[in-house]
């Protein structure tokens, strides 16, 4: 059986976690959606048990922020290599995920073809 990639995303917006997640599954991806981030040790261990190919991490978040999760993953010398592309409708989105360590970021709202270009650029 073929490896399918993993795509983990981690959203606060219920409706936008279950088009993406209906969006990459009927691409073919195993997709492990994530309803906002209740800590960062429980992020730790979803990624530890998922073992993501990429993840899309939101940024305002009510518990965890975005950046702070994205911070943790990238000073991990295992998870550090898995590409996280940031996503918010943040007006400074682009400053915002480059601060937190993101390896790319995607504005909200976007367009489908964008979206499946950035996932295509990392996996």
């Not at 009510?62 to 994205?70: N, T």
């Not at 000073?75 to 682009?94: K, N």
């Not at 360590?101 to 504005?107: F, R």
Request: glycine fraction near 4%; hydrophobic fraction near 45%.
């Amino acid at each position: 059986m073929a490896h399918h990639k993993k795509i983990m995303i981690v959203d606060d917006d219920a409706d936008h976690l279950l088009a993406v997640n209906l969006i990459f599954r009927r691409k073919g991806y195993e997709v492990r959606p994530l309803l906002g981030c209740e800590s960062l040790e429980m992020l730790r261990e979803e990624v530890r048990h998922f073992r993501p190919d990429l993840i899309f991490m939101d940024h305002d978040m009510p518990v965890v922020c975005g950046s702070d999760a994205v911070r943790m993953l990238k000073a991990h010398p295992v998870y550090r290599q898995i590409p996280v592309v940031y996503f918010s409708a943040h007006d400074r989105i682009e400053a915002l995920a480059r601060a937190a360590g993101a390896d790319t970021w995607l504005k909200k709202p976007y367009v489908l073809n964008r979206l499946m270009e950035v996932t295509e650029q990392f996996l």
